[in-house]
């Protein structure tokens, strides 16, 4: 073993590792989702996390891999669709000639699980309301949309010659899957009841501790997102850089959580909890842009603007009327806007060097060069994907419309789109189940949801359950 | 430091990072396992992961894995155990001369975490009905089942040395642990009211994002299981090669997900959740097999044919009258198989001379060379495994019983088997609880089970209990 | 790229992985404790993790990790607060000699996790009755404490220098957790109707589901928790001894869950779950200081009397009327005393040299030599942490108060404390939740909380509630 063979070894452990600690996000935000929404969609907004995932792996690997990482131009890859064995095994070879440190393999799926969070991200302002078959196609059509604006910073396209900084993604993954949201949100229009009597109802998530839970486990996974993107154990002259990383994530995530919590304090007279896990997810959305880039000092600025965004944010999103039930827009669309910019800021003129991206922040050098080139890639990455976004979705609307009908939001998605319940012991009598039986019905025939028992569709496992309920 | 030991303390830290995915597995088959299953047994079916991961860990140091990779003959290991302190810490030597890449304890830490999810998956089947001493008694017995069993497949026993390709385990953990969990099913008989009527009837889980929670947790961890079993990080020629594993892993999941969804969709109307987390379990299932012999296509050729297994297995074995609440026969038993055979089909050549073992599939040599090979151990193991377990439990269940009595299975294991609830403030007055004090009680006395107020035995606890109730 | 170099990488692969595991030990806090207590405090209870994590690695940042592991005398480290990015960059250098393996930031985020996970045993004893602020400010103080003591003891401090052996610290970390633990409960007093009656009233949790997430959440952690340890890939001359760490510590938890569920079979007359789980993790608590120093037949030992102190000492707790809803004294103190003293037994002599810490145990020598400074260590932490959290915490207790009112105990703290419910859907109506709209209300008024109807503050989310409700 050569000593360049150990080092592709180390870079390869770390790669897959972070990408490993990216993929669990999922879990997270399938969490923090399902416990921000109602009981009868828990089970839908739980499991189209992993069918959207799903969908996403597959398509990265036969197109969007190639789009964003292969070689080709300053616009879009052009190679290394559906890969071969050999194309994955190999180090720094066409048509992955980007992979220098770890096999294209590795590259494939750091790169495939960082699609799948920009993906999960556009779920969030379209809850609880879209029909099931949306999943699957605007899934596969963002995934080649978020590839090509990859390929523009970080695949060696136009904005990545520019010097843009975005570290691990504040732009690539968070802003964009937010403006995909917004598209999302505004055309499916508010959840029944939103906005019932001219002002923004809350609609309270059914499981806090759910959304505890997902939080934790992203920031958990947030380990392998930035501190991952240095695609390596050595960073120009820095053994173990990405230790660094991690401590800049960490510092920023923390001082959102008590931004959030002291700002919901303030504004709504308590602090509300999942306020407080809002500003947790806004500062390391903001630190991802940021965190290679950035002194301790400036991580904890970052966070701490990131708490307040979180809530005023979140306000002034139903304020003007978009419906977003998990805060997609607010959380990961503004203070991704935040985070890109506050690179520009901030960064520390050796770690530019050292990463080789870009020049020093404002407060460094006097100059808003840098700045200026963040602001472009926003308003390059925002006008592509917002556009290519709604245009998708809003000719998927005319044509077989996006939205479930009244009656099956009403019902709940579990039952009406998947013929089945998230929690069938508060809806229905199981066989054996809690309050059935010789024991009673806790829940009687009255207190179930006349819809649901008319207007469900009778399938076998119905009548398995209609069955049941007579013995 | 040598490059001899830098590569050792590289393959270490993979295999011990790979070793603790696998263990976090766990948590994923208690929240499958949990919430497939219905809220009285939750306490129980959730608690019971941890009882039987412990009894694992402890028999399988002191003979187990002396069973599997001790020094012995192709039958059986005949040294190492309860080993020591040195035999632990050395690497390449008596009696763990299996162990060349990692030293012997970071051996047994990836062998037991396998040994407990062969283990987790025996008890999907007997769920909601098995007396609380068989996890103790029939867990030891299986563990030692199971080390017998892979000191033949890959502790360098006969099916080793005739070529069987079972990269991670589609024989040796999974289809070896689903044949245990029929053996349960079939000498345990189904719940009551399963069959009741003549036909099978739906009991559905009590919580569908604790099953979506515990499958993304499978799939996390499964990035251990399958990557981490070229127990180390060089392979063949090929440095990093546990990051293709891993992506021929996620591609078959993607594949299993999007494949159960469908044909779920086809089959009963509608697309079931469970049955799409079903897709994606016995496509990690046969994947593992395969995952390290494979193209990137028949990885996700794989993955569509096990979404369809999931769903008309699952289906098939409640036909034939067999109740297995978690689907572990169909989804660890027939996709195991399916994995098996399929890497017989579709090994690429050059994969298998990599990794040392066995020949080219059928599809790349024309032969059936391999899928004879693979069928051979197939019908070697499942005899050995399922004669060995249903002789064990048969004999169990003549001596003392193996199921719990009517009642107490009416009321639930939760109180029956632990004297506790897994939800108490649904069940009983809690001091302070919902729906309890001065706030009224929500739960009437008449709503609260019968059986469990009258029968359950009053303990220290219970009688706290009732002291509160009546304050 | 040098071999010292690529050393120095593994390295800080090993110890940021580690310390990502521990950092997820706060989901299994959260859910541990969310689990065992009730479900109008759930929101609150699983929340606090999120918030002192953030305040702890501030503090620690700023102050704390200078305290601990920067360049000092004996008693305490005098230098590198709120570090620079070269200070951070740099390995073995001013002001954190300590660091000569991995690069300083590295050792920031592994050490701020350790005083995370002590921060979060705190709370155990102190919950469902402490006011929301206390968590701001004696998170911040006990941050404090805690690097005092890890001074001492790992940062070169004077019990380093007399050679006492702890090893990932079932002293530094769980016992000191657990004193502070003690005097909140001391000086917040039972919860009410806990010692209605005169005698201990069980007060059941909430979700047994979540204590068993919680506790594989915690045993997966300590992978990283006791391993991580050796800060490092090579120790000594063994090269991956990590995983040696790694197998002591799964066979020390493996025993504690088989004798914790054995002696609550005993003792409660049924093997209570929750038992079982502080069987776990009172085991895993006892084998921190031992893991590297011990044999595994030692470790087994060490799990089941742990598995003991775990039922017995959770019992005499509340015997003598301290109220401590998670266990935290009995599982993290009194069994961490148990580990400190049972390495000093135990202690296997060339382990000991291996680690240059302290000599052979008891059992090899037949000196009690090292079990005396064990015990030194123990009454100097001992005196010093109780002393100075109980200090604070009377202060605090004196100036403000630290507990909540009766009537906002009773409400919950979800509401009270942060005006929003953990699961709402079972307190209040939701617009088209579970029970309402045209549905019917399953929950009607007359079964909801008067206490949180009439007292809530009403603000812009109440009332926005009152009018769902209205409509």
């Not at 879209?130 to 605007?138: G, N, T």
């Not at 039986?437 to 819809?451: M, Q």
Request: hydrophobic share 55%.
């Amino acid at each position: 073993m050569s000593n360049a063979q150990l080092l592709i070894a180390a870079n390869t452990i770390w790669v897959v590792v972070a990408a490993v600690l990216v993929m669990f996000m999922q879990a997270g935000f399938a969490f923090l989702e399902a416990g921000l929404t109602r009981m009868k969609n828990a089970g839908h907004i739980a499991g189209k996390n992993v069918l959207i995932f799903a969908v996403c792996s597959l398509v990265y690997w036969a197109v969007g891999f190639g789009i964003a990482f292969g070689d080709g131009n300053r616009f879009v890859g052009t190679s290394g669709f559906a890969p071969s064995v050999d194309s994955l095994l190999a180090i720094g070879k066409a048509p992955y000639s980007f992979f220098t440190t770890v096999p294209a393999a590795a590259g494939y799926l750091f790169e495939v699980v960082f699609a799948g969070v920009s993906l999960a991200i556009v779920w969030g302002a379209m809850a609880e309301r879209a029909k099931l078959w949306v999943y699957f196609v605007f899934g596969a059509a963002f995934t080649l949309i978020y590839s090509v604006t990859s390929h523009w910073v970080w695949g060696g396209g136009w904005l990545f010659g520019l010097g843009m900084q975005d570290f691990a993604g504040s732009t690539v993954v968070h802003y964009q899957g937010a403006l995909a949201a917004l598209a999302g949100a505004l055309l499916l229009g508010p959840r029944i009841g939103k906005f019932e009597g001219g002002r923004g109802n809350a609609i309270p998530g059914h499981n806090i501790p759910y959304a505890v839970l997902g939080t934790i486990i992203l920031w958990f996974g947030w380990f392998g997102f930035n501190p991952g993107s240095t695609l390596g154990v050595v960073t120009g002259d820095h053994v173990g850089f990405f230790a660094y990383v991690a401590l800049t994530t960490n510092l920023a995530a923390a001082a959102g959580a008590v931004s959030g919590a002291l700002t919901a304090w303030l504004v709504l007279r308590k602090p509300d909890i999942s306020m407080m896990l809002n500003g947790v997810l806004a500062a390391l959305v903001a630190v991802t842009a940021a965190s290679g880039f950035v002194a301790p000092w400036a991580a904890v600025v970052i966070g701490l603007v990131s708490g307040v965004i979180a809530v005023v944010g979140v306000l002034w999103v139903e304020r003007i009327g978009i419906d977003d039930p998990i805060g997609a827009v607010a959380v990961h669309g503004i203070s991704g806007v935040w985070g890109t910019i506050a690179t520009g800021l901030f960064a520390v003129p050796a770690l530019a060097a050292t990463l080789k991206t870009g020049q020093g922040g404002f407060v460094y050098t006097g100059s808003l060069h840098q700045v200026w080139v963040q602001l472009l890639g926003l308003a390059a990455v925002g006008t592509f994907t917002f556009s290519a976004s709604f245009g998708c979705l809003w000719t998927m609307k005319r044509l077989w419309g996006i939205r479930v009908e009244e009656k099956t939001e009403t019902a709940g998605l579990d039952v009406s789109e998947h013929g089945m319940w998230g929690y069938p012991e508060f809806y229905i009598p199981v066989p054996g189940g809690y309050g059935t039986g010789a024991h009673g019905h806790l829940l009687s025939r009255a207190h179930r949801h006349p819809v649901l028992v008319e207007e469900a569709e009778p399938d076998s496992r119905e009548a398995a359950r209609a069955e049941a309920t007579a013995a």
